[in-house]
């Protein structure tokens, strides 16, 4: 079963960057698509973005334009690069699989909190 850790945030001011990273066990983890998510006090988790085995990406419309996902297999870890930081991007970051593959056990999260 693959499990998650995820690292990186931490407080940014608006319009600054951010990358998160998030470690993947699991010795298929290049086979493996993954997604980022994220959950803002109040709010439900919001798949944020996703990139597939073979690199293909998507995104939220919040974020489009402004954040990145990448992944190194070699190392089993995805990266979520935020740039143009918002107050409404302030939130606990996790990765997972994306729908239909997410799975049942989530990691701690990283907390990112962009503020002046």
């Known amino acids: 079963q693959v499990q998650f850790v995820e690292s990186g945030g931490g407080l940014v001011q608006p319009g600054g960057s951010l990358r998160v990273s998030c470690a993947a066990s699991g010795s298929i983890f290049r086979l493996y698509a993954m997604a980022w998510y994220r959950q803002a006090p109040g709010k439900q988790r919001e798949l944020v973005a996703t990139i597939t085995s073979g690199g293909s990406t998507t995104y939220a419309d919040s974020v489009k334009g402004r954040f990145t996902i990448s992944r190194d297999n070699a190392k089993n870890t995805v990266y979520l690069q935020m740039n143009s930081l918002k107050p409404e991007d302030t939130a606990v970051y996790y990765c997972?699989?994306?729908?239909?593959?997410?799975?049942?056990?989530w990691g701690q999260g990283t907390q990112v909190t962009v503020s002046s």
């Open positions: 997972n699989s994306p729908p239909p593959f997410r799975q049942g056990v």
